[in-house]
């Protein structure tokens, strides 16, 4: 019979105990299951090789192959603990072992012997140690059976039935306990090939898995160096794009300037329209390629001396236009004295402008507000920028994907990029980026980074004043 025959016996004895067992657990389950009909099957048949004498003149041996009737019962079918199990099994074992061959001459009965398979039984269910802990006591068992000999029913050369007619040799009863022994050991020898089988079935799901592992992280790979590849490739083509449009852009403010200059109104409102175009479609390259950038790893942090209060009010100047244009007013709330962060700068204000563009955009007739707030988190200092709009807010299941790239915060007609650039400019500072929809409109991006605060001296504001 092969090992999966035999597999599927188990699994059709044991129902759905195994299901979701772990495979060593399984293994020991199942040794213990085969120990335990073993044994009462050995006991059955050494009742039977001694024709029952021996069991005539000590009833209660007849009935030891009862005690262990429960365990293969215990084992497969029902949710009890197995190291209880176990233990419980080994317990009665010794027991009903220890009380035969006590009463057919202590040490020197043959049935003693049975006690050596305890530490082998042990360590196979729990371990090298739980096998030396029971190692040390049979040895105590056997000093203690020869300690109490004489207190034992007399060891003789023969043991007498009840009725006093039969008379077997305990050399007999020996003999059958050899055979019997020698049963038991062969029947070992399957527990241990069962234990071997189950480790080469764990080594063959290591091996599969170390493979499935191998063969995730080269694909993880391949997928990596192909959007490496196609970040490259909109980097190059969008860097091809600036040049054409910077010319676009140049020549739409010459063609401003002269239609202003002649007095030609049309002219000059139609090449505003080309310009704005222009710059609207070179923040988009401009976000492509530190999108890339960032994807390629090729973006770093430059820490220095940053003045938040400038740059506000610069890019507060920058859309103040397009604001006012929108009938919209923008509001700055600074709570933190003057002075200089340590963060990027630069990085900075690509997010401030982003965010700012963001809100102008969506903003109509309404108010924008940025805030600017210092906090003290675990002995760190952290710059916390906020923008809020009046705008028309942000419905839940965009909210979620807000910061995705070519997802965007509403219907227009951008892209979606400013946002995804400006939340891994704050993951790469450091920081995090959130949004929130607020409850009487509108929405509201917050921006925190770790940044260290150096307030100004008092001589150097009043230099400043």
């Known amino acids: 019979m092969s090992y999966a025959a035999i597999d599927a016996l188990w699994q059709w004895m044991s129902g759905d105990t195994d299901a979701q067992a772990p495979l060593l657990q399984v293994a020991r389950r199942r040794f213990l299951t085969f120990t335990a009909v073993l044994t009462i099957a050995s006991g059955v048949v050494w009742i039977a090789l001694t024709s029952g004498t021996a069991a005539a003149s000590r009833p209660f041996v007849a009935l030891a192959p009862l005690a262990f009737v429960p365990f293969p019962y215990l084992a497969l079918r029902t949710s009890i603990k197995l190291d209880v199990i176990a233990h419980a099994f080994l317990i009665t074992f010794f027991v009903v072992i220890t009380l035969i061959a006590g009463s057919l001459g202590g040490d020197v009965s043959t049935t003693s012997f049975f006690l050596m398979l305890l530490p082998l039984l042990a360590t196979l269910l729990f371990g090298i140690r739980t096998g030396l802990i029971w190692m040390v006591i049979v040895a105590l068992t056997y000093a203690g059976l020869h300690m109490v000999r004489d207190l034992l029913p007399p060891s003789t050369d023969h043991t007498r039935t009840i009725a006093g007619e039969e008379w077997v040799g305990v050399g007999e009863v020996g003999f059958w306990n050899g055979c019997v022994m020698s049963f038991l050991a062969v029947a070992v020898g399957l527990a241990v090939a069962n234990f071997r089988a189950v480790v080469a079935q764990s080594s063959s799901l290591l091996v599969t898995a170390a493979n499935r592992t191998r063969d995730a992280l080269e694909a993880r790979a391949v997928a990596e160096e192909v959007s ?156 916390r920028l906020q923008v809020k709009d009046t705008g028309a807010g942000l419905e839940a299941g965009r909210l979620e994907r807000v910061f995705d790239a070519f997802h965007g915060s509403g219907d227009d007609e951008g892209l979606g990029l400013g946002l995804t650039v400006t939340h891994r400019l704050a993951r790469l500072l450091g920081g995090e980026l959130s949004a929130a929809s607020e409850a009487e409109g509108g929405a509201c991006f917050t921006l925190d980074i770790p940044a260290d605060f150096r307030p100004d001296s008092p001589a150097s504001s009043r230099q400043t004043a």
């Open 228 to 383: 490496l590849s196609k970040s490259e490739f909109i980097a190059n083509v969008s860097e091809e794009l600036r040049s054409p449009l910077n010319t676009i852009i140049g020549y739409s403010e010459l063609l401003i300037e002269s239609a202003q200059d002649r007095g030609d109104d049309g002219a000059a409102t139609d090449n505003k329209h080309v310009l704005e175009a222009a710059q609207r479609l070179q923040t988009l390259i401009d976000n492509i390629l530190r999108l890339a950038a960032i994807d390629a790893d090729r973006l770093r942090v430059i820490v220095d001396e940053c003045d938040l209060k400038g740059l506000v009010r610069d890019a507060v100047i920058a859309f103040a236009p397009m604001a006012e244009a929108n009938g919209t007013r923008i509001l700055v709330d600074d709570q933190v004295e003057p002075g200089l962060w340590l963060t990027d700068g630069h990085k900075l204000d690509m997010c401030v402008r982003n965010l700012l563009s963001n809100a102008t955009r969506f903003t109509s007739k309404g108010a924008i507000t940025i805030s600017v707030s210092r906090r003290d988190v675990d002995r760190r200092c952290w710059l």
